[in-house]
């Protein structure tokens, strides 16, 4: 509740976070191999949408599922596809951050 009346430069930064993380999450469930695709205007349209590239296995829905053969593929493709870039990027932003300031 505190962010909604919260100004201030911090703030900004928070929200840009919370959309790309909320953006994100749509665009990389359009990258799944499965499922029913992502539905990007509900509820005004139930249409759903499958990016054509599509290299991120699908997650199992049942729990004893995930323990297996798919899960262990789950997450290798998960690793490759999701964790690999994002700790890309967060050591550039580490970098770039810790970076001395020109005068």
Do not use: Q
């Not at 100004?7 to 953006?23: D, I, K, P, V």
């Not at 499958?50 to 991120?56: A, K, L, Q, T, V």
């Not at 323990?67 to 700790?87: D, T």
Request: hydrophobic share 50%; with cysteine; charged share 15%.
């Amino acid at each position: 509740m505190m962010l909604l009346f919260h100004r201030g430069e911090r703030s900004r930064w928070l929200w840009l976070c919370l959309f790309g993380c909320t953006a994100s999450h749509a665009l990389l469930d359009m990258c799944t191999t499965g499922g029913l695709g992502c539905a990007l205007f509900a509820p005004f349209s139930n249409e759903r949408y499958f990016f054509p590239w599509r290299p991120i296995s699908v997650s199992p829905v049942e729990i004893h599922s995930f323990f297996g053969e798919w899960g262990l593929r789950v997450l290798k493709s998960e690793a490759l596809w999701i964790g690999l870039p994002s700790a890309v990027i967060f050591a550039a932003a580490y970098l770039l951050k810790r970076r001395p300031a020109r005068d």
